[in-house]
């Protein structure tokens, strides 16, 4: 299981780093009905990645002839050749990269739970972390897991593409009024950074991928 752990480590941490729903979560947190808002947000993204993990546990990844390791290796390297395109693409566009707030951060300033879960899902399914973790799933299948093995890889995945949700909350509901100070620089922060945040999860995890995929199969 050690071994697993440490082949998922990648992903766990690219599921870390998700600057959209951090952004999204501390802007929810200041909004109207902060903690319904920000828990409908993160379970929005729970359910499109339990679903991603679900059906990969159901199409054999806890079972270990399911899939080969040269299927697994291909996958990760896809979806690092695809991050590292998307990537420079948006290096290409480096003069629009002090950009106006995105459109999605203007609606959440005002939303609901309803409209927090809905934009959830919306952001869930068009962020790098979608390919991520069919990459971290794809590593399970591969590596021959037995069901626990599957199932503990599974939720290792998913806790971390939590944490940019559990983080905030966290300090908002220990350090109330005193933790706006800090949200709202970070909130600045991401905002004015977004795009630059966004190529560089790109660029960075796209290489790692491209190069351990490389690695493998050469």
Not at 46 to 70: E, N, R, W
Not at 92 to 109: G, I
Not at 118 to 137: Q, Y
Request: aromatic share 8%; with cysteine.
């Amino acid at each position: 299981m050690g071994e697993l752990i440490g082949l998922l480590v990648p992903e766990m941490i690219g599921l870390i780093v998700t600057p959209a729903a951090v952004a999204g979560c501390i802007l929810l947190l200041q909004s109207g009905n902060p903690i319904r808002n920000a828990l409908s947000f993160a379970g929005a993204f729970l359910f499109v990645y339990t679903a991603i993990g679900t059906a990969a546990l159901l199409g054999g990844a806890g079972d270990p002839s399911a899939t080969s390791q040269a299927v697994s290796h291909w996958i990760g390297l896809i979806v690092g050749v695809l991050f590292l395109l998307v990537g420079a693409a948006q290096l290409l566009q480096r003069k629009k990269l002090s950009a106006a707030k995105p459109k999605w951060m203007v609606e959440l300033e005002e939303a609901t739970p309803r409209t927090a879960f809905v934009l959830g899902l919306l952001l869930a399914n068009v962020n790098p972390n979608l390919f991520i973790m069919l990459s971290g799933m794809s590593i399970i299948a591969g590596y021959g897991s037995t069901w626990p093995q599957a199932l503990a890889g599974t939720a290792l995945l998913l806790l971390s593409a939590m944490v940019d949700f559990l983080v905030p909350t966290g300090a908002y509901l220990l350090l109330g009024v005193r933790a706006k100070r800090g949200l709202d620089a970070a909130k600045e922060w991401m905002v004015h950074r977004n795009k630059e945040l966004g190529v560089g999860v790109f660029l960075g995890f796209g290489l790692l991928f491209t190069v351990r995929g490389l690695t493998a199969l050469l």
